[in-house]
């Protein structure tokens, strides 16, 4: 079982920046690969980022790519989202998400309670 709380979230105008990072509560932590979704209102969800369990590994989703960067501490039990060059499509409630094996594949098992982000134009 992982619990996963989000901060970071907010109000930022286009081409600015946020960080989001997320506190995970879980005894293995590591095993898990570790990723963000992102839903708005009338779209459907999409994962933009992930990190592997094992090799650390990442995947972004081409919308974001080059603009997030996801990084993991399996010391400290936290996954960050640095978000850059942000846009208004970028504007969406995000959750940090947990597999529930050491790969990115599919839907995540475990969810945060999510942050919203909102990119003014």
């Known amino acids: 079982q992982e619990y996963l709380v989000e901060l970071g979230g907010g109000l930022v105008q286009a081409g600015g920046s946020l960080r989001l990072s997320c506190a995970a509560s879980g005894r293995a932590f590591s095993r898990h690969a570790m990723g963000w979704l992102r839903q708005a209102p009338g779209q459907e969800r999409e994962v933009v980022a992930g990190?592997?369990?094992?090799?650390?590994?990442?995947y972004y989703s081409d919308s974001v790519k080059g603009r997030l960067a996801i990084a993991r501490d399996n010391a400290k039990n936290t996954v960050l989202l640095q978000m850059s060059s942000l846009r208004p499509e970028d504007t969406a409630l995000y959750y940090c998400t947990a597999y529930l094996t050491g790969v990115v594949a599919g839907w995540p098992l475990y969810w945060g309670q999510g942050t919203q982000v909102t990119v003014s134009s």
């Open positions: 990190t592997s369990g094992n090799d650390g590994g990442t």
